[in-house]
């Protein structure tokens, strides 16, 4: 069974996309097949997959949400530099939401759209928009998970129990499986006792979901879709790097140990699974 994987926060700049890619390019690292998939109309993933222009993109996940014809075959990309697939985005995808207002089951279009590929990924993770409309509410009925980075200064704490409530109507009414994965802080600023402050609030608040990972601020991730590269290709041995590894390998782990957050003990496939997995 695929993995799906919500990278959420309905409060923009706190490393969604960051988090998305690298995310995938680790875990992809590591040996596992994985799919990406932009669900925010700015098209940042898809930029930073190494499309630079994915305005002229003739198919997107527009198209795949909104016309029933389309399948996931006829959109998917490739990143041969991280090694994964990607379904892309751009500014089409703004006009979404009002196309899929009228239709019937408007919350499950991106998750009966998905069905046909479980199993050929191990791992789905989708880079979600900054807000709580319908195209969240389709990344959230469609997962198995929710991961969410949390900028580690006051307003993004506050941002959390608005996103905790849409998570619990989700459970309630749209997707029961749906669990947190955990809560990344991003942003982190070390230096400055207003990030150790409000780490220290997170972890408080939410004892059993905040990974023991921070990832610190640092110019490297805003360089790296100029490149068209994730962290891990772009500054391999930084310490943007190996938090998104450590990252990897406690979403990994959780799969092994009951949802269980940690990071220690290796997070490699076995070789075997990798070959059935690349056939």
Same mark, same amino acid.
């Given at each position: 069974?695929? %993995?799906?994987?919500?990278v959420a926060n309905q409060k923009g700049g706190v490393g969604k996309t960051t988090t998305a890619v690298n995310l995938a390019a680790a875990i992809a690292e590591a040996g596992w097949k994985v799919l990406a998939v932009d669900?925010?109309?700015?098209?940042?993933? $898809?930029?930073?997959?190494?499309?630079?222009?994915?305005?002229?993109?003739? %198919?997107? #996940?527009?198209?795949?949400?909104?016309?029933?014809?389309?399948?996931?075959?006829?959109?998917?990309?490739?990143?041969?530099?991280?090694?994964?697939?990607?379904?892309?985005?751009n500014i089409d995808l703004s006009g979404a939401e009002l196309q899929l207002v009228t239709e019937f089951g408007r919350e499950s279009i991106l998750k009966e759209k998905l069905e046909p590929i479980d199993g050929r990924y191990?791992?789905?993770?989708?880079?979600?928009?900054?807000?709580?409309? /319908?195209?969240?509410?389709?990344? /959230?009925?469609?997962?198995?998970?929710?991961?969410?980075?949390?900028?580690?200064?006051?307003?993004?704490?506050?941002?959390?129990?608005? /996103?905790?409530?849409?998570?619990?109507?989700?459970?309630?009414?749209?997707?029961? =499986?749906?669990?947190?994965?955990? #809560?990344?802080?991003?942003?982190?600023?070390?230096?400055?006792? =207003?990030?150790?402050?409000?780490?220290?609030?997170?972890?408080?608040?939410?004892?059993?979901?905040?990974?023991?990972?921070?990832?610190?601020?640092?110019?490297?991730?805003?360089? $790296?879709? /100029?490149?068209?590269?994730? #962290?891990?290709?772009?500054?391999?041995?930084?310490?943007?790097?190996?938090?998104?590894?450590?990252?990897?390998?406690?979403? #990994?782990?959780?799969?092994?140990?009951?949802?269980?957050?940690?990071?220690?003990?290796?997070?490699?496939?076995?070789?075997?699974?990798?070959?059935?997995?690349?056939?």
């Open positions: 069974m695929t %993995r799906i994987i919500s669900l925010d109309p700015q098209g940042h993933l $898809t930029i930073n997959m190494g499309c630079r222009r994915p305005d002229e993109l003739e %198919r997107t #996940i527009y198209d795949l949400l909104t016309d029933h014809r389309v399948s996931v075959a006829d959109v998917l990309l490739t990143s041969e530099g991280m090694g994964l697939d990607f379904i892309p985005a191990d791992y789905v993770i989708i880079d979600c928009p900054p807000s709580l409309g /319908l195209l969240c509410i389709n990344a /959230l009925v469609a997962s198995t998970d929710v991961i969410i980075p949390l900028q580690c200064e006051y307003f993004g704490m506050k941002g959390m129990q608005q /996103l905790q409530r849409t998570i619990d109507r989700v459970r309630a009414k749209l997707n029961s =499986h749906l669990r947190v994965a955990g #809560i990344l802080p991003t942003l982190y600023k070390s230096r400055t006792l =207003h990030s150790q402050e409000v780490l220290d609030l997170v972890k408080s608040a939410y004892p059993d979901l905040v990974f023991p990972i921070t990832v610190d601020s640092s110019i490297r991730f805003a360089e $790296t879709p /100029l490149a068209g590269q994730s #962290i891990l290709e772009y500054a391999p041995n930084s310490p943007g790097a190996r938090s998104y590894r450590a990252l990897a390998k406690a979403v #990994i782990a959780q799969d092994r140990d009951d949802g269980t957050i940690e990071v220690s003990g290796s997070a490699e496939r076995p070789r075997e699974r990798v070959r059935a997995a690349r056939g």
